[in-house]
């Protein structure tokens, strides 16, 4: 079945530094793939998203890339914010299916 | 606030006790998701709809779970005596159109607790 991966454990680092969270996917097909932010107490939000393979995805200084070669969709940020601080979810949506599929999502800390 | 509500934000019920958890789409969508987040875990699907019509419940638990969509008014996740492993959050999504591509939009939740 289709299934998400992200790296495990919480990510802390500082201010202005390079932030990277990798996803990897399985799927059949061409999966549409997402990043969702949650911020505490409230739902997700759609981050970005990209459709096909090769296309990068970005909102917000962040960025993913899918690429179909090695099933992945990881998303980056070159200079983090407290406000980043948040947990992100990487998900995918296959064709011809209309629900997500979420990884297990990884807490974001941005110490100032 | 044109975006997903949900009602109530906390619900805590004792065991045994039915749950009720409202969403209200956005305004224009006819199509709402129900997903499921366990403590420390991404959220699963459980359960897609339009509207009067399930069209896709094969995250649904078989026993006490179930959803509706009606003609009017928000879709309702009815969870029927409760037990401790119900305690989760529970989000609604909705989309205008189905397929691929189409964002769906996040309510903030309903917390449920199971004393």
């Known amino acids: 079945g289709d299934s998400v991966t992200q790296m495990e454990g919480p990510v802390t680092l500082s201010e202005e530094a390079f932030l990277t969270i990798n996803c990897t996917y399985t799927?059949?097909?061409?999966?549409?793939l997402f990043w969702y932010v949650q911020y505490p107490g409230e739902g997700l939000q759609l981050l970005l998203k990209?459709?096909?393979?090769?296309d990068k995805g970005s909102n917000k200084g962040f960025e993913a890339t899918y690429r179909k070669e090695t099933t992945s969709f990881h998303l980056e940020k070159g200079s983090v914010q407290v406000s980043d601080s948040a947990v992100y979810f990487c998900?995918?949506?296959?064709?011809?299916?209309?629900?997500?599929?979420f990884g297990k999502g990884n807490q974001v800390v941005v110490i100032p | 606030n044109a975006g997903v509500m949900q009602n109530p934000r906390h619900l805590v019920r004792r065991r045994g006790q039915e749950a009720r958890l409202r969403c209200s789409p956005m305004?224009?969508?006819?199509?709402v998701y129900w997903y499921r987040q366990l403590p420390e875990e991404g959220l699963k699907f459980m359960v897609y709809?339009?509207?009067?019509?399930?069209?896709?419940e094969s995250g649904m638990p078989k026993e006490r779970f179930s959803a509706e969509f009606p003609k009017e008014g928000p879709s309702i996740l009815r969870i029927q005596q409760v037990v401790r492993g119900d305690s989760a959050a529970y989000f609604c999504?909705?989309?205008?159109?189905?397929?691929?591509?189409?964002?769906?939009?996040f309510g903030d939740g309903t917390r449920l607790s199971i004393l």
């Open positions: 998900a995918l949506r296959r064709e011809g299916n209309n629900r997500l599929a």
């Open positions: 305004k224009g969508h006819s199509h």
């Open positions: 799927a059949t097909g061409y999966p549409s």
């Open positions: 999504a909705s989309s205008n159109f189905t397929g691929q591509n189409q964002p769906q939009h």
């Open positions: 990209a459709t096909k393979a090769d």
């Open positions: 709809l339009q509207k009067e019509n399930i069209i896709d």
